[in-house]
């Protein structure tokens, strides 16, 4: 019986140091010779396979654990997905948020999302769990400074305002650590989610508070009740749940675009640099040539289309749209928004389509820049909006006096 548990301890060693090394061919080799091996735990810290990659970021071996495991379920333990560890009490969720490993990260919550966790134990209790002190694996990412796992995370159901229990200090909201650990980006991240500046810890502090005291300045500026704040992103309305991921892309630059300019505006060009944006600023002339004149602004491309009505508006209006009132989150919902055109409420958003060169003709010269004039149905209502174009108007504005001054000219050279 020794030799047996030596057999099985040495086996468990080459095990997780295979794991922590990510060579998966090994790993494969014993999970197929044993796979009650893929249930064992480290001596020193209890942690099962699935934790040790985790939290070393090995995707690759983590994806073939969370193959094998199959219709995981919290009464089972050698399901590892929901086991946790004896040492703090966490999942391999936690380990992946705390390491800053996104890809683990989406890769977890992935087969969580498709497996008997999201039927019997819930996808949402799964992405908001608690270890022994009360923290989430948004409470960990936030005080590590690992923006990206808190965009992760967030986007997923994570609760922005959840607070922690005995982690580092009682009371603790997400915002409250990012704001100690003076972590820019993570604060930026959690207000754009709808995090509270003006909550308080079980001492009383908000996060403004916390951060002045660490010397945070950038975090504080951001943080301070009085300042502006920035536009959140309308996460409770369905129609932006379900948005396909090139306008979700679209309207997630154009938040981040307008928020960076309303923290410029906080921060000030002398004290702090923002960092630059993400979204490209070349515009292809081409491109820009075939899109329409967003008729709300008079300085965007129309890029966003509501479908059930077809108006054309850019990214930056529809949020402006989206964002004015900042959702209530106890409720966990939003006042639908209406078309500003048709008053028709919007219940779907697609990306817009130019029209063809067929039905739209650009005509270009030194001295305007306009399309030809389209006829006008009465019929059509508020979609006439859409035709509307500064550069047009103004041009036929210009055509109007034109031609007053070429009358008046005539009548005052009459004898």
């Given amino acids: 019986m020794g030799q047996g548990m030596s057999c099985t301890e040495s086996r468990g060693n080459l095990l997780f140091s295979a794991v922590q090394n990510g060579e998966l061919r090994t790993v494969e080799a014993i999970a197929d010779a044993n796979p009650t091996l893929l249930t064992l735990k480290t001596d020193n810290r209890k942690l099962s396979a699935m934790h040790v990659a985790a939290a070393n970021g090995q995707i690759e071996v983590l994806s073939m654990l969370l193959h094998r495991t199959e219709n995981p379920d919290i009464f089972d333990r050698h399901k590892q997905i929901l086991l946790f560890d004896t040492l703090k009490g966490r999942t391999c969720l936690h380990y992946a948020a705390y390491y800053g490993h996104s890809d683990c990260l989406e890769s977890i919550l992935s087969a969580a999302n498709s497996t008997a966790v999201a039927h019997s134990w819930g996808f949402s209790r799964f992405v908001n769990i608690r270890d022994k002190s009360g923290a989430t694996p948004l409470h960990l990412a936030a005080c590590q400074n690992r923006s990206d796992c808190v965009r992760i995370l967030l986007s997923r159901g994570a609760l922005v305002c ?18 100690r650990g003076g972590s820019l980006d993570c604060v930026r991240e959690l207000l754009s989610w709808g995090a509270d500046r003006l909550q308080r810890d079980t001492s009383g502090r908000i996060p403004y508070m916390i951060a002045l005291k660490h010397k945070h300045d950038a975090c504080a500026a951001l943080l301070n009740p009085l300042a502006p704040e920035l536009l959140t ?14 306008a979700k892309s679209l309207l997630e630059n154009a938040l981040v675009e307008a928020n960076k300019n309303r923290e410029k505006a906080i921060l000030g060009a002398a004290s702090y640099s923002v960092s630059p944006l993400a979204v490209s600023d070349d515009i292809d002339e081409s491109e820009a040539i075939s899109t ?3 008729c709300i602004c008079f300085e965007l491309a129309c890029t966003v289309e509501v479908e059930n009505c077809g108006h054309k508006m850019c990214a930056h209006c529809i949020l402006a749209l989206c964002c004015h009132n900042k959702p209530n989150a106890s409720t966990n919902s939003a006042k639908i928004p209406v078309c500003p055109f048709c008053r028709s409420s919007i219940t779907r958003l697609v990306i817009a389509k130019n029209k063809s060169d067929s039905e739209t003709e650009w005509h270009f010269s030194p001295r305007k820049l306009g399309r030809t004039r389209e006829t006008f149905n009465p019929g059509e209502g508020s979609r006439s909006f859409n035709n509307l174009s500064p550069f047009s108007s103004f041009g036929r ?3 109007s006096l034109g031609k007053v001054s070429t009358e008046l000219d005539e009548e005052l050279d009459k004898p």
């Fill in 162 to 179: 959840a607070s922690t229990g005995g982690y580092t200090y009682s009371g603790n909201t997400p915002i409250h650590l990012a704001a």
């Fill in 233 to 246: 992103w309308p996460f409770p309305l369905k129609f932006i749940s379900e948005l396909n991921p090139e």
């Fill in 292 to 294: 329409e004149l967003c």
């Fill in 397 to 399: 504005l210009g055509r």
